[in-house]
Nanobody
Framework: QVQLVDSGGGLAQAGGSLRLSCAASGRPFSRYVMGWFRQAPGKEREFVAAISRSGDVTDYADSVKGRFTISRDSAKNTAQLQMNSLKPEDTAVYYC????????????????????WGQGTQVTVSS
């Protein structure tokens, strides 16, 4: 089992920045692909970003490429999502997620590919 705690959400103006953090505990952090997803009211949960176990491979949704950066710190068992140039359409509850993989360079973009989820943190971007 892996326990995930999301933090860092809040209110930002369009064009501003926020940094989300996900603290993991339980099984060795290095065994897991980490991902960030978001869910806006009335919409399905959607992929935002993922980072491989090695930290060398990242994947992003087209809507956030060039604005968001995912990273991980294996020494601190944390994953981060730096969000810049925020837009009102980025408003959603953001969730971090973890999935065990054998391959160290694999990323996962599907909701169903993740077994462990954080509780979510609200991000609101005003225009």
């Amino acid at each position: 089992q892996v326990q995930l705690v999301d933090s860092g959400g809040g209110l930002a103006q369009a064009g501003g920045s926020l940094r989300l953090s996900c603290a993991a505990s339980g099984r060795p952090f290095s065994r897991y692909v980490m991902g960030w997803f978001r869910q806006a009211p009335g919409k399905e949960r959607e992929f935002v970003a993922a980072i491989s176990r090695s930290g060398d491979v990242t994947d992003y949704a087209d809507s956030v490429k060039g604005r968001f950066t995912i990273s991980r710190d294996s020494a601190k068992n944390t994953a981060q999502l730096q969000m810049n140039s925020l837009k009102p359409e980025d408003t959603a509850v953001y969730y971090c997620a973890a999935a065990f993989t054998v391959a160290v360079t694999q990323t996962i973009t599907e909701v169903g590919g993740y077994r462990f989820w954080g509780q979510g943190t609200q991000v609101t971007v005003s225009s």
